[in-house]
């Protein structure tokens, strides 16, 4: 060999620290975006457990308020109704149901003979609005002997929350066939 150098192949560890760095920055930008992603995911998912959870207990309770003989007690966030037992065909059938909130266990809760039984989970608020025939201005708290018989219309309001989802509010009106 005459004095000439053969070229050397390879990266400088300037290179080196260059590429890795761009590399880095990249999977690091890849990793925020999915872990943003996934953050998304977890409370979207508990938005729509805690609709369907509202959207089936204001179904419920719609059905039965609108059903019920009558209005045996109503509260803020609790109400009694008189509803007709199945097959029952007279006024002497009838039992009274409760629904109230066990704000311990966040849950709506349908009681009927002393058998509680949850309707909705994730439940943090539960509030009842009631108005008279007329239709016109909520009826106020405390409710008078006349006020109570002449409900006929009840305002729904369910609020709930899963873990670190959004706070969900849903709402629905009632009228009460029996006494119309």
Same mark, same amino acid.
């Given at each position: 060999m005459?004095? /000439?150098r053969t070229k050397e192949c390879g990266f400088t560890l300037v290179e080196a620290v260059v590429a890795v760095s761009i590399f880095s920055l990249v999977v690091g930008a890849a990793l925020a975006l999915?872990?943003?992603a996934v953050l998304s995911w +977890?409370?979207?998912e508990a938005r729509v457990d805690v609709q369907e959870n509202l959207r089936i207990a204001l179904e419920r309770m719609s059905g039965e308020i609108r059903s019920a003989r009558g209005l045996v007690e109503a509260g803020e966030s609790w109400i009694r109704l008189a509803v007709m037992e199945p097959g029952g065909d007279s006024d002497n059938s009838t039992k009274n149901v409760s629904y109230y909130l066990d704000s311990r266990e966040k849950r709506l809760i349908r009681e009927i003979d002393g058998k509680k039984e949850p309707v909705a989970e994730y439940v943090t608020d539960f509030q009842l609005a009631y108005y008279d025939e007329k239709d016109e201005d909520e009826l106020q708290f405390p409710l008078s002997d006349e006020d +109570? #018989?002449?409900i006929r /219309?009840? #305002?729904i309001t369910l609020t709930g929350k899963k873990g670190n989802g959004p706070e969900v509010k849903m709402t629905t009106s009632v009228k009460i066939r029996a006494l119309n």
């Amino acid at each position: 060999m005459t004095g /000439r150098r053969t070229k050397e192949c390879g990266f400088t560890l300037v290179e080196a620290v260059v590429a890795v760095s761009i590399f880095s920055l990249v999977v690091g930008a890849a990793l925020a975006l999915y872990q943003q992603a996934v953050l998304s995911w +977890h409370k979207d998912e508990a938005r729509v457990d805690v609709q369907e959870n509202l959207r089936i207990a204001l179904e419920r309770m719609s059905g039965e308020i609108r059903s019920a003989r009558g209005l045996v007690e109503a509260g803020e966030s609790w109400i009694r109704l008189a509803v007709m037992e199945p097959g029952g065909d007279s006024d002497n059938s009838t039992k009274n149901v409760s629904y109230y909130l066990d704000s311990r266990e966040k849950r709506l809760i349908r009681e009927i003979d002393g058998k509680k039984e949850p309707v909705a989970e994730y439940v943090t608020d539960f509030q009842l609005a009631y108005y008279d025939e007329k239709d016109e201005d909520e009826l106020q708290f405390p409710l008078s002997d006349e006020d +109570h #018989k002449n409900i006929r /219309r009840v #305002k729904i309001t369910l609020t709930g929350k899963k873990g670190n989802g959004p706070e969900v509010k849903m709402t629905t009106s009632v009228k009460i066939r029996a006494l119309n």
